[in-house]
């Protein structure tokens, strides 16, 4: 069986999102947030009693909501079944192509999010492209907590049969039935394996 891409582009590390570019954002965005509370506090309290907290300082106890990024790393190394290779260094997953809406209440313990992460295929024949979009829904369904839907599809126009592999992602019952197939399964957990490292 020959290769649906046997000379696929791979991306530099200089090319991919890190967790260090978006600290640096954060730590800028965090300096403004105390500027600006700092020039916006009143300088004495109505009651000089009231003991409530109003600074916004991070506790080390409070957790930090999932997010893109955190997403992004969870589905990242998972290797290509046909190149030894993971998908973020191929460019079939990105960070701008995973979306997460989260509810507008996230004290509802019912409130569910959705991700939805949209795969670009290396060729537009890619004959594995199911199989991929399996294991990254397999893997977020795995890592992410109940409360989040999981949606993988192949992004438009990257695929000459995107909307039958859609179709397949989408089927609760076929997807179900896939992982049953035990040489399936196989392939998956050779995915998997640079997540688990």
């Not at 190149?83 to 997460?100: A, F, I, N, R, Y």
């Not at 509802?108 to 959705?114: D, G």
């Amino acid at each position: 069986m020959g290769l649906d891409n046997e000379n696929p582009l791979i991306l530099s590390a200089s090319e991919l999102p890190t967790r260090k570019q978006r600290r640096k954002n954060k730590e800028a965005s965090s300096k403004q947030h105390i500027v600006k509370d700092l020039l916006n506090a009143k300088l004495c309290s109505a009651d000089p009693f009231d003991l409530s907290d109003t600074s916004n300082s991070d506790s080390d106890d409070s957790v930090e909501p999932i997010d893109e990024m955190e997403i992004y790393d969870l589905i990242a190394p998972i290797s290509d079944p046909e190149h030894p290779l993971s998908l973020e260094s191929l460019g079939v997953v990105k960070l701008q192509d995973v979306h997460l809406l989260s509810p507008n209440d996230l004290t509802n313990p019912a409130a569910l999010s959705r991700v939805l992460v949209e795969l670009t295929p290396t060729v537009s024949h890619c004959s594995l492209a199911t199989v991929i979009g399996l294991g990254v829904r397999v893997r977020l369904e795995q890592a992410l907590p109940p409360s989040y839907r999981v949606e993988v599809k192949i992004k438009k126009n990257t695929h000459s049969q995107a909307d039958e592999v859609n179709k397949q992602l989408a089927d609760k019952e076929r997807v179900a039935a896939a992982l049953e197939n035990e040489n399936l399964m196989s392939i998956l957990r050779t995915m998997m394996k640079p997540c688990l490292e």
